[in-house]
């Protein structure tokens, strides 16, 4: 099970949101190539980062951003936040992004869905992000009234293969993950799954390890790391 470190953008600045919500942003010391640095220097082996001003637009808005990371480190990366068309998918991986995370456009167009997926085969990781049991799309602001369980049986059966599945009351709080629903996610479905939200100590960490066997591929980290609540190096040695 990979730890993968998150980097939030805003403004092009590091930041965390507490459940989703752009009003309650917290800044961080870090620009977005130092924090990267520094997670990669304490055995990070992938990056999670995301635009979320690209969510909230609807389109990529921190691109130079993410060009000076991939410059600065060698470890792949997943990328999203405002991918909504085949160019942008294309021109992110031509950057030297490893896989590209859909999430609202994915959710919504099954037909561009199964077309992106025919295009990059396996460099496609969706998003599911979950409110209360409705999937919520457009930066996390706009309700589908899909559930989630039913939604990822529909996502494998046009072919993904990884997703990302992110609680967002959990996001930002430290609280522990929704670890009963990342578990009924992974006894039905074959998908590779990374788990996102709530992370706060390392025992949150041993206890989705014990989920590994069931498809967990990852869990991402992000407000834990940049408070000091969790050390990196001793989650990714529990992780491993």
Request: proline share 3%; charged share 30%.
């Given at each position: 099970m990979l730890v993968i470190p998150a980097i939030d953008i805003r403004r092009g600045k590091v930041v965390r949101l507490k459940m989703g919500d752009y009003a309650k942003e917290k800044p961080y010391q870090?620009?977005?190539?130092?924090?990267?640095?520094?997670?990669?220097?304490?055995?990070?082996?992938?990056?999670?980062?995301?635009?979320?001003?690209?969510?909230?637009?609807?389109?990529v808005t921190n691109l130079a951003t993410l060009k000076k990371i991939l410059s600065a480190i060698s470890i792949p990366v997943e990328f999203g936040g405002g991918v909504r068309d085949l160019e942008a998918v294309?021109?992110?991986?031509?950057e030297g992004v490893s896989e590209v995370i859909l999430g609202t456009r994915a959710i919504t167009d099954k037909d561009f869905l199964k077309e992106v997926l025919r295009k990059f085969p396996k460099r496609i990781i969706v998003s599911v992000d979950v409110r209360e049991g409705d999937v919520k799309v457009a930066g996390w602001l706009k309700g589908t009234g899909k559930n989630p369980l039913d939604l990822v049986k529909a996502l494998e059966s046009v072919g993904v293969t990884k997703i990302i599945y992110t609680d967002i009351s959990k996001d930002g709080v430290l609280e522990g993950p929704n670890i009963k629903r990342i578990e009924e996610i992974l006894k039905i479905t074959d998908i590779s799954l990374i788990a996102s939200g709530g992370v706060a100590s390392l025992d949150d960490i041993k206890r989705l390890k014990e989920l590994e066997d069931l498809g967990l591929f990852g869990v991402i980290i992000g407000k834990a790391l940049y408070e000091d609540k969790i050390d990196l190096k001793e989650a990714i040695r529990i992780a491993a």
């Amino acid at each position: 099970m990979l730890v993968i470190p998150a980097i939030d953008i805003r403004r092009g600045k590091v930041v965390r949101l507490k459940m989703g919500d752009y009003a309650k942003e917290k800044p961080y010391q870090f620009t977005p190539v130092a924090a990267a640095r520094r997670w990669v220097d304490c055995g990070a082996e992938r990056l999670h980062i995301v635009d979320l001003d690209g969510a909230r637009k609807g389109k990529v808005t921190n691109l130079a951003t993410l060009k000076k990371i991939l410059s600065a480190i060698s470890i792949p990366v997943e990328f999203g936040g405002g991918v909504r068309d085949l160019e942008a998918v294309s021109l992110i991986l031509k950057e030297g992004v490893s896989e590209v995370i859909l999430g609202t456009r994915a959710i919504t167009d099954k037909d561009f869905l199964k077309e992106v997926l025919r295009k990059f085969p396996k460099r496609i990781i969706v998003s599911v992000d979950v409110r209360e049991g409705d999937v919520k799309v457009a930066g996390w602001l706009k309700g589908t009234g899909k559930n989630p369980l039913d939604l990822v049986k529909a996502l494998e059966s046009v072919g993904v293969t990884k997703i990302i599945y992110t609680d967002i009351s959990k996001d930002g709080v430290l609280e522990g993950p929704n670890i009963k629903r990342i578990e009924e996610i992974l006894k039905i479905t074959d998908i590779s799954l990374i788990a996102s939200g709530g992370v706060a100590s390392l025992d949150d960490i041993k206890r989705l390890k014990e989920l590994e066997d069931l498809g967990l591929f990852g869990v991402i980290i992000g407000k834990a790391l940049y408070e000091d609540k969790i050390d990196l190096k001793e989650a990714i040695r529990i992780a491993a």
